[in-house]
C-alpha cells in the first residue's frame, strides 16, 4: 500500500436536506438514432429567468439559516435542482452535437450545428454564470456548502472568473479556429502502397517491424505538416493572440492565468506545476533514456531515431488478435472477471450503441469519452488501427466511461466528472488494472504487451511535460513570431527530450513536431493533466502488483466519489501519493526499474 487512506465517504454531500439526484426521463435505446432537439436561446432564457427568480426569492428571504423545514430551503433545493435538469440536458445537447461532427466531419449539417452551438455555448454560459453568482456571494453560502459541499462553489468561483459578457464574441471564435484546426488534420490523406489513410490509420505504421517502412511513414506524415505549415502557424497565432486578448479584458496579466482558472485548479498552482515539472526531469528522463538504450539493442540498432521509438522489438509489437468483433468479445469476458459490475457496464454500452471505435475516412481523430447527462450515460469515441493502442485507448477511455456511470447519481452536474488531472486517474489506472487479462487480447505476446505498456507509460511523462511546458513559454510571450515559438519547442525538448534524433525528417526537425498534438490547439494547458494522472496511475500498478483486490476496491471507490473533492484530495481518499509531494515519483521508478530490469 501506498501512503496512508484517507476514509471518506463515497459522496460528501449532506442529505438532511430534501435534494435528490436528477433522474430524468430516458428516451435513448441506441445512439445511432438518438437525438435531442436543438434549443433557441428565447427558450433557454425564459427557463433560465423562473429558476433566477425562484433562487433570488429563497435566498434573500426572511430566513438567516436554511433547513430541513424552512421554505425558502426547499425554494432553493427546487431551484438549484430544475438548474441541475436544465444543465444536464443542455450539455447532453452540446456533446451529442460535436460527437456528430466528430463521426463525419464532412457532413455539412453536422458542421452547421456545431456552429450555431458554438454560437449560442457563451450565452449560456452568461446565464449559468448569474446563477453561480447568487449561490457563491449569498449570504448564506456556508449554509448551502453544508448542503451541497465546498467542492462545487469553489467550482463555480473558477467559472465565475473566468467569464464575463466581454469575451462571448471572442469564446465563438475560438471555437471557429478550434474547429478549423480539427477539420484540417481530419482532411490529411496518405497514399501508400496503393493504399489510402489518414492521420489516424497510417501511424499504424509507426509499429511496423520493417525500419523503412516506418520512417516513410513518418516522411510522408511530417511532410504533410511541413506543407500546412502556414496555416497550423497562422491559425495558432490568431488562437494565441485571442487568448491573451480575453485574459487581458478579464484583467488578468496573460493567458497563463486566465487558463488555470478555465482548468478549475483549486489546490495547486503554476508553481506546484513547475516544481513537478523538475521532478520528471531529474526522476524520469533518467530512466526515459535508458529505456531508448534498451530499445536500441532490442532493435539491434546503433542509433535510436525518432521513426523507431514506438519499437520494442525487432519482431514487431504485440498486437491484438482477431477480428473487431472478437476483440469486443474479448473485452466482454475482461470485464466480466473483473467484477466490480464492470461486466454489466460493458454489456449495457454495447446494447445501447455507445462506443464508436473505428477508424473511417471524415472521422476526427483522437479518442474521447464525453456523456449525455439526460440519460445518465457515457459515450466513447476512438481510431482502431490494429496496433496495440487500440487496447490502451479502449481500456483508457472505458475508465472515464465507468467512472462518469458510477458518478451520475450526485445530486450536482458538476460532480458527475471531476477535474481533468483527476479524471485522468481513472482512465490512466484501468489501463494498468487490466494487466491480468491481457492475455485475451495478445495470447502469448501479453507479457511482451505489459512492458511495452510500462515503458511506453514512462516515456509519456517528460513528453507530456514539455507539451506544458511550452505552452507556459508561448502564452508569457503573445507576440512571438512563429519561429519563436517553433524555437521554444526546440528549447523545451532540449529539457525533457534531449536523446531524441529526427534524423531528416521533414517539420519535426526544426521544431514542428507540438502541432500534431490537438490539445495545444483545442484544450490549452490540458496535458498536463495526462501525466500527472500517470503518477497516479502508475501507483495503482504498483499496488494491483502488491494486492489486486486492494487496488480494485480503492479504484471503484475513486470513481464513485466523482468530482466531490479537487485533486489533491481525491489522491488522499484513494491512498495516492499527490505529484506535488517531493519524492512522489521515487517508488514508482524503482518499482519500474526492478520489472524492467534497469
Not at 433566477?52 to 433545493?77: F, H, K, M, W
Not at 452568461?126 to 457563491?136: A, G, M, N, P, Y
Not at 464508436?356 to 481523430?365: E, V
Not at 501507483?539 to 489486486?548: A, G, H, K, L, T
Request: glycine share 6%; charged share 25%; aromatic share 12%.
Amino acid at each position: 500500500m501506498i501512503g496512508g487512506r484517507l476514509q471518506l465517504p463515497i459522496c460528501l454531500i449532506s442529505t438532511e436536506f430534501p435534494i435528490q439526484p436528477t433522474h430524468l426521463k430516458k428516451t435513448m435505446d441506441d445512439f445511432s438514432t438518438f437525438s435531442v432537439p436543438q434549443p433557441t436561446y428565447a427558450e433557454l432564457q425564459s427557463r433560465y429567468k423562473v429558476i433566477i427568480d425562484d433562487l433570488t426569492l429563497a435566498l434573500n428571504g426572511n430566513d438567516d439559516s436554511l433547513d430541513e423545514n424552512s421554505p425558502d430551503e426547499v425554494r432553493a433545493a427546487s431551484a438549484i435542482r430544475d438548474w441541475d435538469i436544465l444543465r444536464r440536458e443542455i450539455q447532453t445537447w452540446a456533446n451529442l452535437t460535436e460527437v456528430r461532427f466528430d463521426q463525419d466531419t464532412t457532413n455539412a449539417d453536422f458542421k452547421a450545428a456545431l456552429e450555431y452551438r458554438d454560437e449560442l455555448s457563451p450565452k449560456i454560459t452568461s446565464l449559468d454564470v448569474q446563477i453561480q453568482k447568487l449561490l457563491v456571494e449569498s449570504e448564506l453560502r456556508e449554509q448551502l456548502e453544508a448542503v451541497y459541499g465546498p467542492q462545487a462553489f469553489a467550482l463555480w468561483e473558477k467559472e465565475i472568473n473566468s467569464f464575463d459578457p466581454v469575451i462571448e464574441d471572442d469564446l465563438v471564435q475560438e471555437s471557429k479556429l478550434s474547429a478549423k484546426y480539427n477539420e484540417l488534420l481530419a482532411s490529411a490523406e496518405f497514399s501508400f502502397k496503393d493504399e489510402t489513410y489518414n492521420l489516424s490509420s497510417i501511424t499504424q505504421f509507426t509499429e511496423d517491424a520493417d525500419r523503412e517502412t516506418r520512417y516513410e511513414t513518418s516522411k510522408l506524415t511530417w511532410g504533410w505538416f511541413a506543407e500546412q505549415q502556414e496555416e497550423l502557424d497562422t491559425t495558432y497565432d490568431q488562437m494565441v493572440k485571442l487568448r491573451h486578448g480575453m485574459a487581458k479584458k478579464l484583467g488578468y496579466n496573460n493567458f497563463v492565468e486566465l487558463g488555470y482558472q478555465r482548468m478549475a485548479r483549486i489546490d495547486y498552482d503554476q508553481h506546484d506545476v513547475e516544481r513537478y515539472r523538475e521532478e520528471v526531469r531529474t526522476q524520469v528522463v533518467p530512466l526515459c533514456n535508458e529505456i531508448h538504450k534498451l530499445q536500441a539493442g532490442q532493435l539491434r540498432l546503433d542509433k535510436l531515431m525518432f521513426w523507431d521509438q514506438a519499437m520494442f522489438s525487432s519482431q514487431g509489437n504485440p498486437r491484438p488478435q482477431g477480428t473487431y468483433e472478437e476483440q469486443i468479445a474479448a473485452a466482454q469476458a475482461m470485464f466480466d472477471n473483473m467484477g466490480e459490475s464492470l461486466g454489466g457496464f460493458f454489456r449495457l454500452m454495447q446494447e445501447k450503441n455507445l462506443m464508436d471505435l473505428k477508424n473511417r475516412p471524415g472521422k476526427a481523430g483522437g479518442g474521447f469519452c464525453t456523456d449525455l447527462g439526460s440519460e445518465d450515460l457515457p459515450f466513447i469515441f476512438a481510431n482502431f488501427n490494429g496496433t496495440k493502442g487500440d487496447v490502451e485507448v479502449f481500456s483508457h477511455e472505458m475508465g472515464h466511461a465507468f467512472q462518469c456511470y458510477s458518478s451520475m447519481d450526485q445530486p450536482l452536474y458538476d460532480y458527475v466528472w471531476p477535474t481533468y488531472e483527476s479524471c485522468e486517474i481513472h482512465s490512466m489506472s484501468l489501463e494498468f488494472l487490466t494487466w491480468p487479462e491481457m492475455e485475451r487480447f495478445f495470447g502469448d505476446q501479453a507479457e511482451q504487451f505489459r512492458r511495452v505498456h510500462l515503458m511506453g507509460s514512462l516515456l509519456f511523462l517528460p513528453y507530456g511535460v514539455a507539451i506544458d511546458h511550452f505552452q507556459h513559454l508561448v502564452y508569457a510571450e503573445p507576440d512571438a513570431s512563429p519561429a519563436r515559438r517553433h524555437a521554444m519547442w526546440q528549447e523545451v525538448e532540449a529539457l525533457y527530450l534531449a536523446d531524441v534524433d529526427y534524423g531528416d525528417l521533414p517539420h519535426v526537425s526544426s521544431g514542428g513536431r507540438w502541432q500534431q498534438k490537438r490539445h495545444i490547439y483545442m484544450s490549452p494547458f490540458y496535458y498536463i493533466d495526462y501525466t500527472l494522472a500517470q503518477c497516479c496511475a502508475l501507483q495503482f500498478w504498483v499496488r494491483s502488483r502488491q494486492d489486486f483486490g486492494l487496488a480494485m476496491t480503492d479504484y471503484i471507490e475513486l470513481c464513485q466519489r466523482g468530482g466531490t473533492l479537487p485533486f489533491q484530495q481525491l489522491t488522499q481518499s484513494a491512498g495516492l501519493k499527490s505529484p506535488f509531494e517531493p519524492g512522489s515519483l521515487q517508488e514508482v521508478v524503482t518499482h519500474a526499474r526492478e520489472y524492467l530490469g534497469l
